[in-house]
């Protein structure tokens, strides 16, 4: 803090050395910018980097970086990817996981699994839904709609902690936004430039299959925990998912856990952010026209500044 | 707007009009005939830039508002149902959370600049005090914004930013239970934090047209920081300044779109896509970027008292710098000693967040 005071203060005791030769100026190309960029580049990186290790890791290992269709600027859901993710999902992590905020018309959703309205309506379909009242005063229950969220497998939080062993088991909705991992310093700089936004999908894939059994010799698992090497901490309340072959692939897709895992942090990432398809669309219309806006701004500006020089 | 104008509407409607309110004048004068210096460089667009920045925000911000629910069971969900439901709703959010950012990038540069070249110096005292309050108006918004989605970090981050009033003697206490309005952060902070937040951007507005205004009693500041002695010096501020002002302005929109399109997430904390739990404490509750060198600050200091003074005064001290800075010449330019500590404080203001954070526990 002091020293931000007296850096503000040094000033007063510069020595005046001006050459106040001002008109000599006029028509002087300006001083050159790039180290001045530069160093407005590493002032930024640094601000961020002081966030970025402010939130720093608890240790263990990095996740890796998968190679994702909706990474960058063209980036699309394999829809296929989204179906076999949806079904991992729905035959695996909603028996104790909710997902609140996604409701079966997403599924038909453009920029989603690709569902037709009709596949949409035959899955909601499935479930039976608690609705009420009705004219006579009763609470009824009927088949679900496209209008329905997806079902909580607990009727509240208590009734999971109770099943669960005392843990309760996060709504999967926006965990592919939600999980994180310190990439360091410089890295997070290049990653504004390449646009990595694959924290979350990298972690929840790593987290799948991170499950070591038995633990290591000196880790001190504590009771009713398991090992993962990427949860923060190690012991993580939620069992190993997932093991080959557990669902079906209708699409000949191999029954491994690492498709498994790629396939449900696909769907997750979906759940997460709808609509990223349409934002990455969009932003490359609005990148082309500004870019084409600025030339004509800057030759506009050059032409009526041409005898003020 | 200093002086009576010199425009002179052709059509007799408008001569009617102008006889009895000279707006067209006022416009005139300020924006188009207003003599600005010709050898100003492109980080004097930053001014025009920030205006753009403030308009975006509260277009977004009033649209968002009609889609959101200050409710603490429903806040989150209102959010996320505009980022999902609502028409081009994630693009108003992700448009909104960045440009608090671009906006707060911009001030930056444009205070920065201001150090740089000695803007502060008579004879524009006042209008680098008028910057100052807008500096203050615009963490207060910025901060009661992010509360509103009322995330994890929202949460924690009013927690822990209203409790710092607390170390204030006396009064503290009594202020900290005014800002919750309760006995701890909870609904009736969320509503007056929305209130608050709607309300400050337009006393903003309003700081900034008497920032204009003395901007433009005064002169504006050039990069030799000298004041101008001929007309030769100046060149109108239509078409000269609008262009350039407008060029620079599209280059700022092409950052910020990287940011909506491609990473609007890159500077959000994933802590705040899990929704406010007062029972689970994140591992670390970190503000946005823009506050990380005043939290710094307040985290290098073990008192918690002496901290919130000393993070406070970081700020105030800067309404003090037209007096605490007795050099006669305003540009850094010809500043050799001056020049190399405004870079220091630059790198250094940066670079801070890292140092405290990494070693030393919270302090509060």
């Known amino acids: 803090m002091l020293p931000v005071l007296s850096r503000i203060e040094t000033p007063r005791a510069v020595p005046n050395s001006i050459a106040d030769d001002v008109l000599a100026k006029y028509g002087k190309k300006a001083a050159p910018m790039a180290p001045v960029l530069l160093a407005m580049v590493l002032a930024g990186g640094l601000l961020i980097g002081g966030g970025q ?94 209008a329905d969220k997806f079902p909580s497998p607990f009727p509240n939080e208590n009734a999971a902690r109770a099943a669960n062993g005392g843990a309760y088991p996060p709504d999967l909705s926006l965990m592919a936004k939600a999980r994180n991992y310190d990439r360091g310093f410089p890295q997070f700089i290049f990653d504004f430039f390449t646009q990595f936004q694959e924290k979350g999908p990298n972690y929840i894939d790593a987290l799948m299959q991170g499950y070591v059994d038995p633990p290591p010799a000196d880790f001190k698992l504590p009771e009713g925990a398991y090992y993962n090497k990427y949860y923060p901490g190690h012991a993580i309340k939620m ?21 498994y895992a790629k396939d449900v942090s696909t769907f997750l990432m979906w759940t997460a952010e709808p609509h990223l398809e349409a934002r990455k669309k969009l932003g490359l219309q609005v990148m082309i026209f500004l870019i084409i806006f600025a030339f004509l701004m800057y030759f506009t500006k050059k032409k009526v500044w041409a005898n003020a020089h | 707007m200093s002086g009576p104008s010199t425009y002179q509407p052709s059509h007799p409607a408008l001569q009617w009009f102008e006889k009895r309110l000279p707006l067209i004048g006022l416009i005139h004068s300020s924006f188009v005939a207003y003599p600005t210096p010709r ?18 925000q509260i277009v ?60 502060y110096k008579a004879p524009r005292e006042v209008l680098w005090i008028l910057g100052v309050i807008i ?61 608050l937040h709607y309300l400050l951007p337009f006393v903003i507005a309003g700081v900034v047209v008497l920032h204009v205004w003395a901007l433009h009693v005064a002169g504006q500041n050039n990069p030799a920081g000298v004041e101008p002695k001929t007309e030769k010096d100046m060149v109108p501020f ?67 008292l002496g901290g919130v003074i000393a993070m406070f005064s970081a700020i105030i001290v800067l309404a003090f710098l037209p007096w605490l800075d007795s050099a006669k010449t305003r540009s850094s330019k010809y500043r050799p000693l001056a020049k190399q500590f405004f870079w220091i404080f630059v790198v250094g203001s940066a670079a801070s967040p890292r140092r405290a954070s990494t070693s030393l526990p919270a302090a509060s």
Not at chain 2, 39 to 56: D, E, P, Q
Not at chain 2, 93 to 105: D, T, V, W
């Open chain 2, 60 to 119: 977004t911000g009033v649209i968002l508002a009609m889609h959101y629910t200050p409710h603490v069971d429903m806040a989150f969900n209102s959010v996320e149902s505009i980022v999902r439901d609502v028409n081009y709703g994630w693009l108003l959010r992700y448009l909104h959370s960045n440009g608090a950012s671009m906006f707060f990038i911009a001030v930056y540069i444009h205070m920065f600049r201001g150090l740089y070249y000695g803007s």
């Open chain 1, 53 to 146: 290790s402010a939130k720093a890791a608890e240790g263990g290992p990095t996740p890796p970086s998968l190679s994702w269709s909706f990474a960058g600027p063209f980036g699309k859901f394999d829809r296929g990817a989204l179906q076999r993710g949806y079904k991992v999902y729905k035959e695996v992590c909603a028996t104790c996981h909710s997902m609140n905020l996604v409701h079966f018309r997403n599924l038909a959703d453009p920029g989603g699994p690709g569902f037709t309205a009709a596949q949409a309506q035959a899955v909601a379909s499935e479930i039976q839904v608690k609705d009420g009242p009705n004219d006579a005063g009763d609470m009824f229950d009927r088949p679900g709609r496209l």
């Open chain 2, 238 to 304: 239509t078409p000269y300044a609008t262009i350039k002002d407008g060029f620079g302005m599209v280059c700022f929109m092409i950052f910020y779109a990287w940011f909506v399109f491609y990473i609007p997430n890159y500077l959000g904390d994933p802590d705040n896509y899990i929704q406010a739990n007062p029972g689970v404490t994140p591992a670390h509750i970190v503000p946005e970027w823009y506050y990380l060198p005043f939290y710094a600050i307040l985290r290098s200091i073990p008192s918690k």
């Open chain 2, 135 to 195: 500096y203050l108006l615009m963490m207060a918004t910025g901060f009661m914004g992010y509360v509103l989605p009322w995330g994890q970090m929202s949460f924690w981050g009013a927690t822990v930013i209203t409790n710092l009033f607390s170390a204030i003697p006396y009064v503290g206490e009594s202020i900290v239970t005014l800002l919750w309005g309760g006995y701890s952060v909870g609904n009736p902070t969320l509503n007056r934090f929305f209130s």
């Open chain 2, 39 to 56: 050898n100003l460089n492109y980080w004097w667009t930053f001014g025009g830039i920030l205006s753009m920045m403030l308009g975006v």
């Open chain 1, 239 to 259: 069992p190993k998912p997932i093991s080959d072959d557990q669902v079906t692939y209708d699409d000949g897709t191999p029954q491994k856990v690492e498709n």
